[in-house]
């Protein structure tokens, strides 16, 4: 059978609360009933030595041969001790000065009265406590002490049952026994031990209550963030869990909360990159079509007799299959860039030069004024910097006007390429999807020279050497590309 949480936290705070309540009231009972008896003890050896006092000069007549010194020393033992008994010493002793009693140990003189602890009343028979003296003869009687010495020790009378503490004295050839009833202290312990369970159960029953109250509060958030996570394995992305506190359950809700923030993140940027494939796939069978259909149609007029014709078919053939290349070499950069495969070769690149060799590669024909400022020496792979810089004034050809111009900062972290035209600029509309693959400014997609793939290509070779590439209208298009001056990679 498997517990819950609550369970398990109840029991565990009663088991530690009901342990180390029972512990420490049995410790503190033991520790009680060991001074209660020490003081006990200590009080009937103040009571007997001081009854003992002064009724020993009486002893010591009798002993030197006074018959009635023995009545009055029980006389004056009866005023101040309530049960006790003179006895013999045993083994037998030999003296110059007294007569010794021969044979083993005897009970000369006891009490003459005896009271009853337990009520107070006199015993009209008073308990023989000669079986009582026989359990602890061996341990007192027969211990060899200096006069006066006291021993106590604790035994049962076998003659009620009680518990009695024995306190002794011995005097030359005689001991001074007496009993002290154990019953009322042994009643007073027994109510306090009572008290102490009393309290115990108290304390229990007050874990109790706080388990239940501590393992509500544990369970409440526990609960809510399985909830919470049952919703977001349910799609509820935007699920969150309320954090209250800085304990660990609060840790436990903060930590949630970011996982559901960095899935839903994910989901969001897994979902937009299922919809950029599909757009993709679309818009390259869109993009191919086009000039496969234009082949098509050209490879059927070359069989015309007209050589005009065979020639202006051979030149649009030529021309649909260069497009098709471009596109083609287009496409397979962007898949390297998505299968994090792109080749990066980095070295120190003089970007002026660069720039003058880009003119004349991507627009020949067209005047572009460039402007240099500063170290323009950065550490990059050319061939990347060369086609970013191609993508960037073929396209202010294509869409703008001139004059066109390149503007070259250098800085101490970072070189600046400012490419601007003197066209109507970029549409509003546009300038949020500007970097998108297959983005042209027709809308009506009419077949052009470009792939609508030159901008992805270009802020994509940015961003692999970590830096960024923006756009913006001033008189015109702008496209700023910056460039860390150390390559990141």
């Known amino acids: 059978m498997r517990f819950g949480l609550r369970a398990r936290v109840i029991a565990a705070v009663v088991l530690v609360t009901t342990t180390a309540t029972a512990v420490m009231a049995f410790s503190a009972a033991r520790v009680q009933e060991d001074d209660a008896l020490d003081r006990f003890t200590a009080a009937a050896k103040t009571s007997f030595g001081a009854m003992f006092g002064q009724a020993w000069p009486h002893l010591e007549q009798f002993m030197t041969g006074n018959p009635q010194a023995l009545d009055l020393f029980s006389q004056g033992m009866d005023k101040a001790a309530v049960d006790w008994m003179l006895v013999t010493r045993y083994p037998q002793m030999t003296n110059d000065d007294f007569t010794m009693p021969k044979g083993p140990p005897e009970v000369v003189k006891s009490s003459s009265q005896s009271l009853d602890w337990a009520t107070g009343a006199e015993n009209a028979d008073p308990p023989d406590r000669k079986a009582a003296l026989e359990g602890v003869k061996d341990v007192v009687l027969l211990r060899t002490l200096g006069p006066g010495n006291l021993l106590s020790t604790v035994t049962i009378d076998p003659a009620t049952g009680r518990k009695l503490l024995v306190v002794s004295a011995n005097f030359v050839a005689y001991w001074v026994v007496q009993f002290f009833d154990l019953t009322m202290f042994e009643q007073d312990l027994a109510a306090q031990r009572w008290k102490l369970v ?50 660990e359950l609060a840790e436990l809700a903060k930590s949630f909360n970011t996982m559901a923030d960095r899935v839903g993140t994910s989901i969001e940027e897994l979902r937009a990159k299922d919809r950029q494939q599909q757009r993709f796939v679309a818009d390259v069978a869109h993009d191919l079509r086009t000039p496969l259909a234009s082949m098509v149609a050209t490879v059927d007029t070359l069989d015309s007799a007209t050589p005009e014709t065979r020639t202006r078919a051979t030149e649009l053939l030529g021309t649909q299959t260069r497009r098709m290349a471009r596109l083609v070499e287009d496409l397979l950069e962007i ?58 004034l073929v396209n202010a050809e294509r869409h703008g006007r001139t004059p066109i111009t390149v503007t070259l900062t250098g800085s101490a972290e970072a070189v600046q390429i400012r490419v601007a035209d003197s066209g109507p600029g970029i549409s509003e509309d546009l300038l949020p999807i500007l970097f998108d693959r297959f983005v042209r400014g027709d809308h009506a997609r009419q077949a052009t020279e470009g792939s609508g793939l030159g901008l992805s290509i270009a802020r994509e070779n940015v961003l692999i050497h970590g830096g960024s590439l923006d756009a913006h209208n001033d008189r015109g298009a702008v496209f700023t590309v910056r460039l860390p001056r150390e390559s990141p990679m």
């Open 198 to 247: 009393w309290i115990a159960l108290g304390v229990t029953v007050l874990g109790v209550a706080a388990a239940v109250f501590a393992a509500g509060r544990i369970q409440r958030p526990v609960r809510r963030v399985a909830s919470a996570a049952r919703d977001l394995g349910d799609g509820a992305f935007d699920v969150r869990v309320p954090v209250k506190g800085r304990d």
């Open 335 to 392: 898949s390297r860039f998505d299968a994090g495969s792109a080749d990066f070769r980095p070295e120190p690149v003089d970007l002026p030069a660069l720039v003058e060799d880009a003119i004349e590669t991507g627009v020949p024909e067209t005047p572009v004024e460039v402007t240099s400022t500063g170290d323009t020496t950065v550490v990059g792979d050319p061939r990347r910097l060369h086609t970013i810089v191609v993508n960037l």
